[in-house]
């Protein structure tokens, strides 16, 4: 088993934090040089979803999307649980995660593949043929960045995770969301939002989330 | 338990159809009327997510997100199997499903909800402020909505359904894009997509695809 990567993306991330969360190492394959912005030639041409992450199995099928990859992990890795203890609280947590999913890892991605120089012509991620970049897209992305910070901000509230007391998957997601925004997008927590820096810093702290 | 739907809409009918392939009832709440294409205040200001569909258990816990539903009505109700019989085969639909959500729901919605004069103003689902039209999403979601015609017509290939020759979750979210995208967005399968053509009319054709 293996795990295709880019180490600039946040997607193949919350793949990594799942198996470092689990104690599980598997050989990663960088699929690209950091500093390029592209994968490489020779995996956009094995793969036909063109996109990071993927698992690969023994047997040569892999197995895209982040969340489809961690659901396989969580079934042979099932200690600790990210996903869940009983179906409630697995429905909590696949919500949330589905919600950090589209509303920070999107908001983050439109910001991004719309503003940076080295995504012009490559506004989707995944596309053979050029998609321009919109530049509207800018500075809704950043609307919904905030949008993303303050509703999560609510939902934490006093909890320590974003579900409750356990930290699960859907704490992964939304912080490769955020870092990413940090890091790459200038896009910082508000200071309105005390709930959702102190959880942020919770889990920067995790060795998970060292990159 | 219950479910709080709005008819025009395609997300929640992924579950009516996951429940109907499942053989179960249960009371459906309508959240607006289908002609005014707005959920009613009592809805937003009841729920912070301000979308459809939800799931309300007996205790009031509201569960959102189509996927997270369906996941959570599949531990209830097992049979028959729409979301994978082992631990492959299920990280097999989990990725076509999110591939089907995230190009085909998300190319019509970016389509829909940039062109439809009713949606002026709501570019983006859920959102209680103005979020502006963006014309050049108009064409980027047709272009997104001939590409996912395009990619799962190869998967589909000679297989009867998405994933082989199960009828799955991952046909449900493909099929409430498609037919969606066809009724309300003029977006025809093209004729080149024989395999897709095919299996749209065959999933069209099943008593869960009534509306």
Redesign the interface.
Known sequence: MKLYDWQGAPNPRRVLMFLKEKGVEIPVIETGAKDRAKLSEDYLTSD??RTVPALE?DDG?R???A???C??LE??HPEPPLMGRD??E???I??WE??ADMEGIGAVSELFRNSHPAFEGR??PG?AVR??Q?P??VE?GR??MN?FFE?FD?QIGDNAFITGANFTVADITAFCATDFGRKVCKAEIPDSCANFTRWYEAVRARPSAKR
Chains 1, 2 share one sequence.
């Open positions: 036909n979803q199995i099928t197995i895209g999307e969340m489809a990859i659901r396989y079934t042979l179906p409630l697995s429905a909590r696949d919500m589905r919600r506004g989707l596309w998609i321009e919109i509207e897209l809704r609307a919904r949008w509703k609510a």
